[in-house]
């Protein structure tokens, strides 16, 4: 399953706008996380989504990350030490 | 001759005295003044005093705060007779007006504001947005998660000129503050200084939850991303200034704050 992260907004600021998020998603077979049309989202927010969503995906690749958006995106990650579960894809 | 130093964390006497906040003298308030003074007028007005406000003489103050609106954010919780100026500012490009922030969803709305503004105004470089968006919006998540102020706090966000690092330039200054307790209090530690360096560590938060402890970490990061940038954090009598052009410096200030204030330039 794709989850296209822009269906909830443009910008993401709080964990627990990422809460709410992850409450949505119901599902535990996601391969793929789309961040087209994201423009800005917070440390607190992203590691607050991807922890969370660590529970409901075994690997998934991130991709259609922005450029601004990649190096925080990576930092995030690594600082889980989740780069292996969400697998950040070069844009095509 | 003495330096004047400002004590706005100290109750000015019983509730229900009479605080004057004299601004006649302003003629170009930064963010962090604005800021600073709408904490303490709404920490004063909060706690039962009776505020009397002196605007500015200044006609380019009245237009600049009118810009930011002040007065509009002020009058969220004390009654107010506002001076207002209508014109434009030269130099002067208000992104966010004075925003109170008490709860989450506070922060995601001036997150979104931003993000709005960027897109629609074009005035600034498309790759500015999430340094700005991370530096406002962490500070906002601070001041909601630690703050532990009744009134929350403010934000706000402009584009003017600066003269730093010998030139004049235009800058995005951002502005982010609380009357609340305080680094210190908050992480539990005696100093105001050692608190502030604290804070900046990754890792280091007062929720004993983990994972936490990202936010001012990230924004010294975003001040250090590029030429001229700096972020300057004042808590009680502490106040750091770090950034990518600046050697790090922690001194006196002629203030002590009534709770945190967070400033950060960067140039566009």
């Known amino acids: 399953m794709s989850i296209r992260l822009s269906t909830y907004g443009r910008s993401f600021a709080t964990r627990e706008r990422a809460q709410d998020i992850l409450a949505r998603i119901d599902s535990d077979d996601i391969t793929e996380i789309d961040l087209s049309g994201v423009r800005?989202?917070?440390?607190?927010?992203?590691?607050?989504f991807f922890g969370g969503l660590v529970e409901q995906t075994s690997s998934a690749s991130l991709v259609n990350v922005n450029e601004t958006l990649q190096p925080l995106v990576e930092r995030v990650l690594a600082r889980r030490n989740l780069e292996r579960t969400f697998r950040l894809l070069a844009p095509a | 001759m003495t330096k004047r130093r400002w004590n706005l964390r100290d109750m000015p006497g019983p509730p229900g005295s009479v605080v004057t906040f004299d601004l006649t003298s302003w003629e170009r308030p930064t963010a962090t003044t604005i800021i600073g003074i709408v904490c303490a007028v709404a920490r004063f007005a909060h706690a039962g005093h009776t505020l009397r406000i002196v605007w500015p003489r200044s006609n380019y103050a009245l237009r600049l705060l009118s810009t930011v609106e002040l007065v509009e954010a002020l009058e969220t919780f004390a009654s107010v007779r506002g001076s207002r100026a209508e014109g434009r500012?030269?130099?002067?490009?208000?992104?966010?007006?004075?925003t109170n922030i008490k709860a989450a969803r506070d922060v995601d709305e001036l997150g979104a504001n931003v993000e709005e503004e960027f897109t629609a105004s074009g005035r600034f470089a498309a790759n500015l947005l999430g340094d700005v968006y991370i530096c406002m919006t962490e500070a906002a998540n601070n001041?909601?998660?630690?703050?532990?102020?009744?009134?929350?706090?403010?934000?706000?966000?402009?584009g003017r000129?600066?003269?730093?690092?010998?030139?004049?330039?235009?800058?995005i200054e951002i502005a982010v503050g609380d009357p609340g307790v305080g680094i210190a209090e908050s992480l539990g530690i005696a100093s105001d200084r050692e608190a502030i360096a604290e804070?900046?560590?990754?890792?280091?938060?007062?929720?004993?939850?983990?994972n936490r402890g990202l936010g001012l970490y990230v924004i010294e990061a975003a001040a250090k991303n590029g030429l001229h940038r700096f972020v300057a954090l004042?808590?009680?009598?502490?106040?750091?200034?770090?950034?990518?052009?600046?050697?790090?410096?922690?001194?006196e200030v002629g203030c002590t704050s009534g709770g945190t204030w967070l400033t950060v330039l960067l140039p566009y």
Request: aromatic letters at 8%; hydrophobic letters at 35%; zero cysteines.
């Open chain 1, 40 to 48: 800005a989202a917070s440390p607190s927010f992203l590691d607050e």
């Open chain 2, 234 to 251: 004042h808590s009680g009598e502490g106040h750091v200034i770090r950034g990518s052009s600046v050697e790090a410096t922690d001194r």
């Open chain 2, 199 to 210: 804070a900046m560590k990754e890792g280091v938060s007062s929720t004993a939850t983990a």
């Open chain 2, 161 to 171: 000129y600066f003269k730093a690092f010998g030139e004049l330039r235009p800058y």
């Open chain 2, 89 to 98: 500012v030269q130099r002067h490009h208000p992104i966010i007006p004075v």
């Open chain 2, 143 to 158: 001041v909601v998660q630690h703050s532990r102020s009744p009134v929350g706090g403010f934000a706000m966000a402009q």
